[in-house]
């Protein structure tokens, strides 16, 4: 079955940086658009980075110039470096896979960014 497995998410204060990564397994990994997703307490959830298997990217327009979306076809894996962190920031950020059959998501992984 397909399971998505997130880390890397913590405290850290505005200006800050951290990484986020997602282990995928039960799909054909290197075949599938990945994407990070975040949801603030009370807000809905936002997409913040796309990245196709040729390593095309899209950046939510609040992120660009601060986060970068990679992958690793060998390992499976996606990172989100996340840079010059702002509160506006703080979210649960989640990976997520949309397969033929429906859209799988991590649990997520908290980001809060604070003084």
């Known amino acids: 079955q397909v399971q998505l497995v997130e880390s890397g998410g913590g405290l850290v204060q505005p200006g800050g940086s951290l990484r986020l990564s997602c282990t995928a397994s039960g799909f054909t990994f290197s075949t599938y658009p990945m994407s990070w997703h975040r949801q603030a307490p009370g807000k809905e959830r936002e997409l913040v980075a796309f990245i196709s298997p040729t390593t095309n990217t899209y950046y939510e327009d609040s992120v660009k110039g601060r986060f970068t979306i990679s992958r690793d076809n060998a390992k499976n894996t996606i990172d989100l470096q996340m840079n010059n962190l702002k509160p506006e920031d703080t979210a649960v950020y989640y990976c997520?896979?949309?397969?033929?059959?429906?859209?799988?998501w991590g649990q997520g992984t908290q980001v809060t960014v604070s003084s």
């Open positions: 997520s896979v949309n397969t033929k059959a429906q859209r799988y």
